[in-house]
């Protein structure tokens, strides 16, 4: 009996990060070939294969991404951006709702993004518990309203680190973390069970 529970549970840590892998990957590809329907019907690969090929649309959006990218790196390609981010720009509605979103899109994505500059340890929920959260920008309006340096703190959720808090914590009530971005989201996302070993490299935190 001891050893069919062992195999059980061998089979499942083979079994399930395959089973989760694939269900990923596959609700990607039928996600991504949803772009196809922005073809004409006789353009798209089902009417001429006669069969459709899962994947597809991945491999369009990619395409369609890097041609993108071609084009905005020339001077007529950045006239149109600039052309186009002017016209968005005029949109009462539409104008705060790009410019948020390309402000944290910039961030993230550029090269020389600042969206997460440290990883921190911060008291929250409440004082005898820590989290991990990463260190943002405080705006220089709410900088001038607060008595003391502050720092702002991004506390995202488990497993699912697109969503969390926002909050302006004093510089003296964190510890800040020899540790990677990508090492933290690996904690937070596999809730603590894919993570290294976690060293205060600068314990700012005067005590309880």
Same mark, same amino acid.
């Given at each position: 009996? $001891?050893? *069919?529970?062992?195999?059980?549970?061998?089979?499942? &840590? !083979? @079994?399930?990060?395959?089973? +989760?892998?694939?269900?990923? /990957?596959?609700?990607?590809?039928?996600?991504?070939?949803?772009?196809?329907?922005?073809?004409?019907?006789?353009?798209?690969?089902? $009417?001429? *294969?006669?069969?459709?090929?899962?994947?597809?649309? &991945? !491999? @369009?959006?990619?395409?369609? +991404?890097?041609?993108?990218? /071609?084009?905005?790196?020339?001077?007529?390609?950045?006239?149109?951006?600039?052309?186009?981010?002017?016209?968005?720009?005029?949109?009462?509605?539409?104008?705060?709702?790009?410019?948020?979103?390309?402000?944290?899109?910039?961030?993230?994505?550029?090269?020389?993004?600042?969206?997460?500059?440290?990883?921190?340890?911060?008291?929250?929920?409440?004082?005898?518990?820590?989290?991990?959260?990463?260190?943002?920008?405080?705006?220089?309006?709410?900088?001038?309203?607060?008595?003391?340096?502050?720092?702002?703190?991004?506390?995202?959720?488990?497993?699912?680190?697109?969503?969390?808090?926002?909050?302006?914590?004093?510089?003296?009530?964190?510890?800040?973390?020899?540790?990677?971005?990508?090492?933290?989201?690996?904690?937070?996302?596999?809730?603590?069970?894919?993570?290294?070993?976690?060293?205060?490299?600068?314990?700012?935190?005067?005590?309880?």
């Amino acid at each position: 009996m $001891a050893a *069919l529970k062992r195999y059980f549970l061998t089979g499942l &840590l !083979i @079994l399930v990060p395959l089973g +989760i892998t694939f269900w990923v /990957l596959t609700a990607l590809f039928d996600f991504m070939d949803q772009s196809l329907l922005l073809l004409p019907e006789s353009w798209r690969p089902d $009417a001429w *294969l006669g069969v459709h090929i899962p994947g597809l649309g &991945l !491999i @369009l959006t990619g395409v369609v +991404i890097v041609v993108t990218g /071609l084009l905005a790196t020339n001077l007529i390609g950045q006239r149109l951006v600039e052309y186009w981010e002017g016209l968005v720009k005029r949109i009462p509605v539409v104008k705060s709702i790009y410019g948020s979103v390309k402000q944290v899109s910039d961030s993230l994505l550029s090269g020389s993004g600042m969206a997460f500059k440290k990883v921190l340890l911060v008291r929250y929920p409440h004082p005898d518990a820590w989290s991990l959260a990463f260190q943002t920008n405080v705006p220089e309006e709410v900088a001038g309203q607060l008595d003391s340096e502050y720092v702002a703190v991004f506390i995202p959720t488990t497993p699912s680190p697109v969503n969390g808090f926002y909050f302006y914590v004093r510089r003296d009530a964190v510890i800040e973390l020899d540790m990677s971005v990508d090492t933290a989201f690996k904690a937070i996302v596999s809730m603590g069970v894919v993570a290294a070993p976690i060293k205060p490299a600068i314990a700012n935190y005067a005590g309880d």
